[in-house]
């Protein structure tokens, strides 16, 4: 394994999306890591209460998130939907109902007999609650969509009551999909759940990033931020002494914004105030249907898909979320996967404090650390940051995402 010797690991490397609970028998490696902490996700039934137990047993080292990732969600049924809500029939008939509803063809009776009877989506939303209410740092994920998964073939019933169908190695796909509205449908209601207890959220996006933004762009309709253009503070200026000056009680002070020609300094400036707002208002957090905050994980979008992330909705409305954008050297930015230049065009058009870095790996150990230390020097390359720099940059990114304040911590 190379050196990580020019890592300054003691400034705080933090994973903002990894799986370590899909391989059990690596738990114990936790406490030997370098990384500081792990972001870990939830998929689907079984993980839930591991990456639950994980986090009771490494509580400065690890952030617990729960959801139902979008290659389960046609295990979830949702009991207000037309199609359901008439019936009044047996287990069976509401499961083959189901299925033939959120799946793009009707499966085969033999398909259909090997799926589990499905759960109501209202049962995982409280779970998930109760799981955010027993961890008051925990994030929501991995949830999202996927337009490209394909259920796996089936070789025996699953019966056990919360199993979950997995692709085992080598297993064959079916050519059964989950439907995107359906997808849709479970993604915006742990989005929900994320706005109501003010958590942070883990986006899966692949094959429909227009289609994550749209439901994003649908809960937060209506409830975009206020800002002021610095041409209109300036017109509310009023000069009280030689170099003072105070302000007609338009709109708040900290609810401005620079002009787009630079009339008051740099981006960067214009970021800093930004984000003191945002921190000063999550100090005081009213629910909402939308969370708080997102990172669109291991994010290879085209660039104009990019920048409608980044553009705002009107010259002075922002969206009300903080989005951030994660990268990896191992799914996004690998080089065997040929996607260098099109991920290093991303990370420079970035604003540079939502970046973040993550592994995605399924397994802890010395692999989290070496995925790590690749995608810091990976980030830091491409951005022109020195290591020390790029590495305390990304920590506050990492704070601000998961406790919305970069002071925030365990």
């Known amino acids: ?27 114990s490696l936790i406490p030997s890591l370098q990384t500081t902490t792990l972001t870990i996700m939830s998929t689907r039934f079984e993980d839930q209460p591991l990456v639950a137990s994980t986090a009771s047993q490494h509580p400065t080292t690890t952030i617990p998130s729960f959801g139902h990732h979008p290659w389960f969600s046609y295990l979830l049924y949702d009991s207000s939907s037309p199609h359901l809500c008439s019936l009044t029939s047996s287990p069976a008939e509401l499961k083959k109902a189901h299925y033939t509803h959120v799946l793009h063809s009707a499966p085969s009776d033999d398909f259909l007999a090997l799926l589990p009877a499905p759960t109501e989506l209202s049962t995982v939303l409280d779970e998930l609650r109760e799981r955010l209410q027993r961890f008051p740092n925990a994030l929501v994920g991995e949830i999202g969509m996927d337009r490209g998964f394909r259920l796996p ?9 919360g199993a979950t169908p997995l692709r085992k190695e080598g297993q064959r ?11 849709k449908t479970v993604f915006e209601a742990q989005l929900r759940v994320a706005g109501e207890l003010g958590r942070a959220v883990s986006v899966h996006g692949v094959g429909c990033h227009g289609a994550v933004f749209e439901v994003m762009r649908g809960l937060w309709k209506g409830r975009e931020r206020q800002v002021e253009r610095w041409r209109e503070r300036r017109r509310r200026r009023r000069k009280v002494a030689e170099g003072e000056y105070e302000f007609l009680p338009d709109m708040a002070e900290s609810d401005f914004e620079d002009d787009e020609d630079g ?10 105030k930004e984000t003191r707002s945002r921190v000063e208002s999550s100090r005081s ?17 085209p660039l104009q898909q990019l920048e409608q992330w980044l553009k705002p909705p009107s010259p002075t409305t922002r969206y009300p979320s903080d989005v951030f954008f994660s990268f990896s050297t191992t799914i996004n930015a690998s080089p065997v ?18 970046v973040l870095v993550e592994s995605d790996l399924h397994t802890a150990g010395p692999e989290i650390d070496k995925a ?17 720099d790029g590495v305390r940059r990304l920590a506050r990114n990492w704070r601000r995402f998961v406790y919305g304040d970069e002071e925030g911590g365990m």
């Open 337 to 354: 996967r040929g996607h260098l230049s099109k991920v290093e065009e991303l990370i420079k058009r970035v604003p540079e404090n939502a």
């Open 173 to 183: 796909l079916s050519d059964y999909r989950v439907t995107i509205e359906h997808q």
């Open 153 to 161: 073939l089936l070789e025996e019933p699953v019966t056990a009551p």
């Open 263 to 272: 009339e008051d300094g740099d981006g960067e400036k214009m970021q800093e």
């Open 285 to 301: 957090y009213t629910p909402q249907p939308f969370p708080p905050r997102l990172c669109l994980h291991s994010f290879s979008a």
């Open 1 to 27: 394994m190379p050196s990580s010797s020019d890592i300054p690991w003691h400034l705080g490397i933090h994973d903002a999306h990894c799986h370590p609970t899909d391989t059990p028998t690596t738990l």
């Open 372 to 388: 790590l230390a690749e995608a810091v020097r990976f980030v830091c390359r491409v951005r022109g940051w020195g290591m020390e």
